[in-house]
C-alpha cells in the first residue's frame, strides 16, 4: 500500500472535516443541489488550456536546463578523477551522459497514457480536472454541443494528459538525479584521498539537485492552487448529481474503493449521523458554556487547522511525502533559478517628520520596488510624496511639501532582524506642480543606516509589516538641518 498517498488523502480529509462543521452549507445533500441550472464560465477551457500549456513548457524547459547542467557538472568530476585514476572514473561516469539524453528526449516526446497515476503524492485539482474534462466529453451539451467545444475538450484532454506525463517524467529525473548523487558521494566516502579533489565539484551537483527538486515541488503547488475562475467551474459542476456519480467512479480517488449504488442520496443516509447532526451536537455541547464555549471551541479549531498547516508544511520540505525526502547540506538561496518577475518585491512605506521652525508636519508616503537577492536580502529604489498636514491641530493645511528619491538594501542578521542601508535624494521646497520642480543638483541628500524588523502577516494583500528605525547621517550637514532620527512603516504587498 502507499502509504504516503493514504496519509496525505486522510489529511486532505481531515481539514475538509473541520471546515465543513463551521460551513453553514454543512447539511446540503446531492439531491438537493441536483437541478440546479448550469451556468458555466465561458472562458474556462480557454484558461485551463493557458495553465497547461504554460507550465508544460516551465516543466520541459527547467528539465532540460537541469539535465545539461548536471551532465556537464558531472562530465568536469569525470575529468578532475581521469587525471588521478581513469578506471574508476569510466566505471562512475561513463555511462551518464546516455542517460542524460535519454531522459532529456523522453521529457521532449513524452505525451503519456489515459491512466493517472497514483504514485507519490495526490495532486487534488488534477484529479478533478482530468474527471471534470472526461465527463465534458460525454456531455458536450453542456457547454453548447458546437464542434468546436469539442475539439477545445479534446485537445485540452491531449494536453493534460501530456502534462501529467511532465510531471512523471520530472519525478524521474529527480529521482535519477538523487541516485547520482548518492553513487557519487558513497565513491567519494570510500576513497579519502580524493576528497580533497572532489568534494568541492560534488558540492555543485549537490546544490543543483536539490534547487531542481524543489523547484518541482514549486510547480505542483502552483498546479494545485487554481484561481477563481477554474473553482467557480468545478463548484457548478459539482452541483450536478450525475457529475458527482461521474466521479465516484472514475476519479482516482473513487477507483481505489467500491462505493455501493445510491451512495450520497437520500436513502442512503437514512439512519446515518450526517455533518448536519454532527455540527448540531457538537455546537449545543459547546453552547452549554455560553459564548466562552463556543469561542474556546473555534480556538481549538483553530489550533488545530494551524497544527496541520504546519504538519503539511514541514512535510512539503521534506519532499512532499514522497519518501525521498532531500536534506541540503548547505544554506540554499530561496530566490536560486527564479525569474526576474518572481523576484521583484513590490510594497509601500510611510514615516512623519515632526513641525520644524520652517517647515510644517509632513508624512511622506511611498512606493518601493525591492529585487530579491536571496538568503532574505534585497536591494531596490523607490519614491515619495511629501504631504504636509500644516503646524499644529489648530492650523491643519494640506500641501505638497515635496518628492524624493530612493535606493535601499536590506541584509539578513539573525531571525527577523536585518540591515538597512540606503541613499535619498530629497526636494523639500513646496510646489503647487510637478513642472516646478528643479534640477536634481538642487535637491537635499540623505543617508540611511538603521535596523529594520520583519513581522509576517497572513493578509491576502499586505504579505509583511517591515518597521525601520533609520539614522541620517548627512542631516547634520543639510541647511537647515533636518530629523536625524527616522521611524518608517512598510508594507510588502507580494
Not at 9 to 24: A, N
Not at 110 to 117: A, I, K, P
Not at 430 to 450: E, K, V, Y
Amino acid at each position: 500500500m502507499n502509504f504516503p498517498f493514504m496519509r496525505n488523502f486522510f489529511l486532505i480529509y481531515l481539514i475538509g472535516l473541520g471546515f465543513s462543521i463551521l460551513s453553514p452549507t454543512y447539511g446540503q445533500t446531492p439531491d438537493s443541489a441536483a437541478n440546479k441550472v448550469l451556468s458555466f464560465p465561458r472562458h474556462w477551457l480557454s484558461r485551463v488550456q493557458a495553465r497547461i500549456a504554460g507550465l508544460n513548457k516551465q516543466l520541459t524547459n527547467q528539465g532540460e536546463q537541469y539535465l545539461q547542467l548536471m551532465a556537464r557538472q558531472e562530465q568536469r568530476l569525470q575529468q578532475t578523477l581521469s587525471r588521478v585514476d581513469s578506471g574508476s572514473a569510466q566505471a562512475l561516469f561513463g555511462k551518464s551522459a546516455q542517460q542524460y539524453a535519454a531522459l532529456g528526449h523522453q521529457l521532449k516526446t513524452d505525451t503519456g497514457n489515459r491512466s493517472l497515476s497514483l504514485n507519490g503524492t495526490y495532486h487534488p485539482y488534477l484529479d478533478s480536472l482530468h474527471g471534470s474534462l472526461a465527463y465534458l466529453q460525454q456531455h458536450p451539451e453542456l457547454l453548447g454541443g458546437s464542434a468546436a467545444k469539442l475539439a477545445q475538450l479534446q485537445r485540452a484532454s491531449s494536453q493534460l494528459q501530456a502534462l501529467e506525463a511532465r510531471m512523471r517524467d520530472a519525478d524521474q529525473i529527480k529521482a535519477y538525479f538523487q541516485q547520482r548523487k548518492q553513487q557519487i558521494a558513497g565513491f567519494i566516502a570510500q576513497h579519502a584521498n580524493l576528497k580533497g579533489l572532489l568534494t568541492k565539484q560534488y558540492g555543485g551537483i549537490n546544490r543543483e539537485a536539490y534547487y531542481y527538486s524543489q523547484q518541482i515541488r514549486q510547480y505542483k503547488e502552483l498546479w494545485n492552487n487554481p484561481d477563481q475562475l477554474e473553482q467557480r467551474a468545478l463548484a457548478v459542476l459539482n452541483s450536478r448529481l450525475d457529475y458527482q456519480n461521474f466521479m465516484q467512479t472514475h476519479s482516482s480517488l473513487g477507483s481505489l474503493f467500491q462505493i455501493p449504488k445510491g451512495y450520497g442520496s437520500s436513502q442512503a443516509l437514512t439512519g446515518m449521523q450526517t455533518k448536519d447532526v454532527v455540527a448540531q451536537q457538537v455546537t449545543a455541547k459547546a453552547s452549554t458554556g455560553g459564548a466562552a464555549g463556543l469561542s474556546a471551541l473555534q480556538s481549538n479549531l483553530q489550533s488545530a487547522q494551524n497544527a496541520l498547516d504546519t504538519y503539511k508544511a514541514k512535510l512539503s520540505a521534506l519532499g512532499a511525502g514522497n519518501g525521498d525526502a532531500d536534506i541540503p547540506n548547505f544554506t540554499p538561496n530561496s530566490q536560486h533559478k527564479k525569474t526576474l518577475w518572481r523576484r521583484l518585491e513590490y510594497g509601500v512605506n510611510f514615516q512623519t517628520t515632526r513641525t520644524a521652525y520652517y517647515f510644517p508636519s509632513v508624512s511622506d508616503l511611498g512606493l518601493s520596488l525591492g529585487y530579491l537577492l536571496g538568503h532574505d536580502n534585497i536591494v531596490g529604489i523607490g519614491a515619495s510624496y511629501k504631504l504636509g498636514w500644516g503646524n499644529g491641530i489648530q492650523h491643519i493645511a494640506f500641501s505638497s511639501q515635496g518628492i524624493g528619491l530612493r535606493s535601499f538594501l536590506q541584509i539578513k542578521i539573525k531571525g527577523s532582524f536585518s540591515a538597512t542601508g540606503g541613499f535619498e535624494y530629497n526636494y523639500t521646497t513646496p510646489f503647487p506642480a510637478f513642472t516646478q520642480i528643479p534640477r536634481l543638483q538642487d535637491w537635499t541628500r540623505s543617508g540611511l543606516i538603521g535596523v529594520t524588523k520583519t513581522i509576517t502577516t497572513k493578509g491576502r494583500v499586505l504579505k509583511k509589516t517591515n518597521l525601520s528605525l533609520l539614522w541620517d547621517f548627512l542631516s547634520y550637514s543639510q541647511l537647515p538641518p533636518t530629523q536625524p532620527l527616522l521611524f518608517r512603516v512598510g508594507y510588502t504587498l507580494n
